[in-house]
T-cell receptor, first 112, second 111 residues
Framework: GENVEQHPSTLSVQEGDSAVIKCTYS??????FPWYKQELGKRPQLIID?????GEKKDQRIAVTLNKTAKHFSLHITETQPEDSAVYFC???????????FGQGTTLQVKP | EAGVVQSPRYKIIEKKQPVAFWCNPI?????LYWYRQNLGQGPELLIR????????DSQLPKDRFSAERLKGVDSTLKIQPAELGDSAVYLC?????????FGPGTRLTVL
C-alpha cells in the first residue's frame, strides 16, 4: 500500500524567512496531494492541495510543487510569520478512493 | 456553514471499559471518515462511509472496534473493551469531493 515519508520532523526559522517541507510517496497511482496545518489541540485544516496533472500551485505565501517522476512533493512557505507555527502534514491519495495516507508531520516554529 | 461536530471532546476511562464517540458531519457530505491520531503522528484512517455503507474498514480493529452510520448522516465509533494503547485523538472528517473537513476530535485517555 501507499507510504508517505515527510521531512524534516522539526523546522525552526526566523520570521520572514522561507520554510520548505518535503514528502515522498511510494504508490505511483496516487494523484491527489493535500497539505494540512494543525495547531496545538486543534483540528487539521487544509491549506493547499495539488493534483498530479499540475506541477506547481500557489496561494499567496504558500506554494506546493510536485515531481511525479521522483514521487515527491514539497510545501513552500515564504515570508513566514509567527502564526505559521504549527504542525504540517502532507498526504497522498488515489482520486475518488478518499483514503488519505498522511506523513508523520513537521513541527514548524517561526521565531519572531 | 457549521463544521464537523464531535462529542465528547475529552474522555477518560479505565481499561476494559467501553467508550463511544459521536460525529455529525457537514450537511450534505455523503462521505464520512474516522481517523485515529496518536501523539506526534499523522491521522490514520480507521473506516470510511459512503452514505450508510462502510466502503473501507480494512484498518478497523474489528475485535474491539465497531462503527455505524445508520441513516447516512451521524456516525458513532465504539471501542469495547478499551485498552491502554487506544489512548489517542479520534478524528471524524467528512467530504463532498476530495477535500476532507475534520472535526475537533475526541481525546481519549485510557488508564
Amino acid at each position: 500500500g501507499e507510504n508517505v515519508e515527510q521531512h524534516p520532523s522539526t523546522l525552526s526559522v526566523q520570521e520572514g524567512d522561507s520554510a520548505v517541507i518535503k514528502c515522498t510517496y511510494s504508490d505511483s497511482a496516487s494523484n491527489y496531494f493535500p497539505w494540512y496545518k494543525q495547531e496545538l489541540g486543534k483540528r487539521p485544516q487544509l491549506i493547499i492541495d495539488i493534483r498530479s496533472n499540475v506541477g506547481e500551485k500557489k496561494d499567496q505565501r504558500i506554494a506546493v510543487t510536485l515531481n511525479k517522476t521522483a514521487k515527491h512533493f514539497s510545501l513552500h512557505i515564504t515570508e513566514t510569520q509567527p502564526e505559521d507555527s504549527a504542525v504540517y502534514f502532507c498526504a497522498a491519495s488515489i482520486d475518488n478512493t478518499g483514503k488519505l495516507i498522511f506523513g508523520q508531520g513537521t513541527t514548524l516554529q517561526v521565531k519572531p | 456553514e457549521a463544521g464537523v461536530v464531535q462529542s465528547p471532546r475529552y474522555k477518560i476511562i479505565e481499561k476494559k471499559q467501553p467508550v463511544a464517540f459521536w460525529c455529525n458531519p457537514i450537511s450534505g457530505h455523503n462521505t464520512l471518515y474516522w481517523y485515529r491520531q496518536n501523539l506526534g503522528q499523522g491521522p490514520e484512517l480507521l473506516i470510511r462511509y459512503e452514505n450508510e455503507e462502510a466502503v473501507d474498514d480494512s484498518q478497523l480493529p474489528k475485535d474491539r472496534f465497531s462503527a455505524e452510520r445508520l441513516k447516512g448522516v451521524d456516525s458513532t465509533l465504539k471501542i469495547q473493551p478499551a485498552e491502554l494503547g487506544d489512548s489517542a485523538v479520534y478524528l471524524c472528517a467528512s467530504s463532498l469531493s476530495n477535500e476532507q473537513f475534520f472535526g475537533p476530535g475526541t481525546r481519549l485517555t485510557v488508564l
